[in-house]
């Protein structure tokens, strides 16, 4: 029987189906990674809706919130409450643990009450940490009450503790306040003295650690003439290149040596050491309770070559309301131009006050 074939079986038959090119192949990849994608971020997200607030907190959150709470700028107007503590002197030997130990404490409240970060577990002979207790004991308490009355009686400021600097008080009242560095120098004081008592002037004096040390009784001099005493730091060091820590010990021993030699603390006033500060240096004075004091006019009595005459016209030209005039206890041009410099002063019609007087 013939074969008989039409046109359309006359060819061979091709088989029927999808051609594979390399375009397809992309696309298929491209979906099967993105429903895989989908699917994993889901289970994901639904195991932490789940999961989130019944497993521990990772450790790492702890500083992230602290360092939060240290650096917020505190406002100028308003200070922080301390819990009851005791202060107590570091000695050799001691740790956080041992300290804690003693006064029955937790090491993290102390680090707290010291702004100390967690992680920091250095101390130095000689620092002086405060140590949260339950209440203070009877000799501590009356200890308290004497400092507060010895401080009060020496003429020193209720001032409030605040990162906010000061450099110039009130504008609306013709008061000056005279400043005086004490670094390293100190044969020119004495005259300084005569000059202020002789003018019935009291001035204010930043005095260092190791220059209170050397000038025991130039230091009970200043203090029982009712000057008043701002802190200058231990060794005159820049602040802005101590940790914290050595920042507070700074101001800390400081003060102590002025309160085992006078009753008088330095609180709360302090003058950098070279003018040398920032942000966190202030806040740290701050948290240590004091207020850095800059000044409105330099007088320029530590530069070499400045005439007596040239220091007092300095210090005249730039005199205005509320003025903090920077001198210093070692110059010898200052204590010769200060009797000079007062009268010109009072003769302009302002009043020579301390410090703490001018922001009252």
């Given amino acids: 029987m013939e074969d008989i074939r039409t046109p359309e079986t006359s060819k061979p038959q091709r088989r029927v189906g999808i051609r594979w090119n390399y375009k397809r192949i992309v696309v298929a990849l491209a979906v099967v990674i993105l429903t895989v994608s989908l699917i994993g971020y889901g289970t994901y997200g639904l195991a932490k809706l789940i999961f989130a ?3 521990p907190k990772s450790v790492a959150e702890k500083p992230v919130k602290v360092a939060a709470a240290v650096y917020t700028a505190p406002s100028s107007t308003t200070t922080t409450t301390e819990p009851i503590h005791v202060k107590y002197s570091v000695k050799e030997g001691d740790s956080y643990y041992l300290i804690a130990l003693k006064y029955s404490t937790t090491i993290e409240e102390i680090k707290k009450l010291n702004r100390v970060s967690a992680n920091n577990n250095d101390l130095q002979i000689g620092m002086v940490l405060k140590v949260p207790v339950k209440e203070l004991p009877p000799e501590e308490a009356a200890k308290a009450q004497v400092e507060a009355e010895d401080v009060a009686a020496a003429g020193q400021p209720a001032m409030k503790a605040t990162a906010k600097e000061l450099f110039k008080g009130p504008v609306d009242k013709k008061r000056v306040a005279l400043t005086f560095d004490a670094g390293e120098a100190s044969e020119a004081t004495p005259r300084m003295l005569e000059a202020l008592k002789v003018a019935n002037v009291k001035g204010t004096f930043f005095l260092t650690g190791k220059w209170i040390e050397e000038n025991a009784e130039l230091t ?5 003439e009712g000057h008043s005493v701002g802190n200058h730091s231990y060794s ?3 602040f802005t290149k101590q940790t914290d820590n050595e920042i507070v010990y700074q101001l800390s021993k400081a003060d102590e040596l002025l309160m085992g030699l006078t009753k008088t603390s330095m609180k709360p006033i302090f003058r950098p050491p070279f003018g040398a500060r920032d942000g966190r240096v202030l806040r740290v004075a701050a948290k240590a309770g004091y ?5 409105t006019i330099d007088s320029l009595d530590w530069k070499q070559g400045m005439k007596p005459e040239q220091v007092k016209n300095r210090a005249l030209a730039g005199l205005t309301n509320g003025a903090i005039v920077l001198m210093h206890c070692g110059s010898s041009q200052t204590a010769e ?3 000079g410099l007062i009268k010109d002063i009072e003769s302009r019609g302002y009043k020579l006050v301390t410090v703490p007087e001018l922001f009252e």
């Avoid at 009970?220 to 029982?224: A, D, E, L, N, R």
């Avoid at 207020?291 to 000044?295: D, G, L």
């Fill in 53 to 55: 607030d019944s497993g």
């Fill in 220 to 224: 009970k001099k200043i203090v029982s």
């Fill in 236 to 238: 005159h060091v820049d």
């Fill in 337 to 339: 131009m200060l009797p």
């Fill in 291 to 295: 207020t850095s004091i800059y000044w």
